[in-house]
Structure formats: C-alpha cells, structure tokens
C-alpha cells in the first residue's frame, strides 16, 4: 500500500493549458504539502494545509491553487501554465502532535510536469 | 530565516569507502528538527533521520550515523563501507517546531543537496 500517492507521475502539456495534480495520503495524518523540484534539484515548499485549513502559501502564483476536500487528499491545479512550471511536484504529508511537535514529513513520489 | 547549505555539491568514491556529507544550518528558532532524506536515481524522497534540536546525541543506525553538534550549527552524514546503492542525491533539511497555534506550519527548509555517487 502506497503511503502518499500522486497521479499522474508524468505530465506533459502545453502552455497555457490548465491541469491538475491529485494526491492521497492513507496515513492519517493532518497535514499535507506541495513541494517543487526545480530542474537544479532545488526542492521548495509551496502550500500546507493542516485539518483541510491553508496554513503556508510561499509567494506562489495564483495560477497555482490547492484544494484540500478532506485531510487525506490535496490536490493542485494549474491555469494557463508557462514553460517555467515545468518541475517536479512532490506532495507530502506528515503528522502533528500536540504541543511543539514537528514529525517527519513523507513524500509522493512526485509528478514530472513538462510544459512544451 | 532558516538556512541550510550543503557545500558538497558532488561526492564521488570508491565502494567500501566511508564518506561524509556535510550541513550546516541556521536558524533563530530554540526548537527546530534537521532531517535527511535521500532522493535515489528513481526520483523518490525517502525519509532517513529526523533529530530533535534538544538531542545532540550521535545516531548510528546500520552503516549511516549522523553527528549532530549545536555549537557548530552541523548535522553531518557518515556512510561507513558505501555501495552502490548508496548513489543518490542527499538532502539535509531544517523545518521549525510546530507550537500550538502553528500546527500545519512545520515546512522543511532544504540544503541544495550532495550529489553522491559510489564507483563500483
């Protein structure tokens, strides 16, 4: 059983086009994350959603919108993309436990997103 | 504003040669978790450690430890008798503890990561 699972793995579309990124987590835990991998290797948060609730937004575009029906899925969804979204999406989740504890966050196996 | 910095951009070696991967961080908080993952050729992030800020004690688990000093603000990876499987991208990263009122706020600050790649 897979942890945390994002489809699609690959993605390749065009510029201006608008597509989606879906992810699950069957965890249980209450907090879930979009991270990007830029072509450098760079990984960089994006968004964080604790209990369905937007918590972090890192001055992403707002092309770029989350959606979190539940705790256990967080989708992504791109308008009009552009030849610089190209990346890899990873998308994460992690557990929150009372008082000042941070646990490990475990990721997707990321989305190859190509904008050609 | 947390910071961390891996200066080894590439490490190659030999198999059966220990290497180390440096980390150095900065933070302001008191309370902060360092974590490394590695991302193999497949493209995964798998979780390896994560050390509490209060811990400073070493861990050793298999052939990885990790040396963790406060004064010199370093979390370093030791591989002890490498493989090839041990070829992949490690990331050392830093993310701030969640208090009460900033649950969901526990995002991972990453080093630009060690490219390591062992020679069979």
């Known amino acids: 059983d897979t942890a945390v699972s994002q489809t699609p793995k690959y993605l390749v579309t065009q510029m201006g086009n608008d597509k989606s990124i879906k992810c699950e987590q069957n965890?249980?835990?209450?907090?879930m994350y979009w991270y990007k991998q830029d072509s450098k290797k760079f990984l960089k948060i994006m968004f964080s959603?604790?209990?369905?609730?937007?918590?972090i937004n890192e001055t992403v575009p707002n092309r770029f919108s989350p959606k979190s029906p539940d705790k256990a899925h967080l989708n992504l969804h791109i308008n009009s993309l552009e030849l610089g979204d190209s990346a890899v999406y990873f998308c994460?989740?992690?557990?929150?436990?009372?008082?000042?504890?941070?646990?490990?966050?475990?990721f997707g196996q990321g989305t190859r997103l190509t904008v050609v | 504003a947390q910071k961390v910095t891996q200066a080894q951009t590439e490490i190659s070696v030999v198999e059966k040669e220990d290497v180390t991967l440096d980390c150095v961080y900065e933070?302001?908080?008191?309370?902060?978790?360092l974590f490394w993952y590695k991302q193999p050729p497949s493209g995964e992030l798998v979780f390896l450690i994560r050390?509490?800020?209060?811990?400073?004690q070493n861990e050793i688990s298999g052939r990885y430890s990790w040396n963790f000093q406060k004064s010199t603000s370093s979390f370093n990876f030791t591989i002890t008798a490498s493989q090839v499987v041990d070829s992949a991208v490690y990331f050392c990263?830093?993310?701030?503890?969640?208090?009460?009122?900033?649950?969901?706020?526990?995002?991972?600050?990453f080093g630009t990561g060690t490219r390591l790649t062992i020679i069979p």
């Open positions: 994460a989740s992690s557990l929150t436990l009372s008082g000042s504890h941070s646990t490990e966050a475990f």
């Open positions: 965890l249980g835990h209450d907090t």
């Open positions: 959603y604790n209990n369905k609730e937007l918590i």
């Open positions: 933070t302001r908080d008191t309370t902060y978790y």
């Open positions: 050390r509490n800020s209060f811990d400073e």
């Open positions: 990263a830093l993310s701030e503890a969640a208090g009460i009122s900033n649950f969901g706020n526990e995002k991972l600050t």
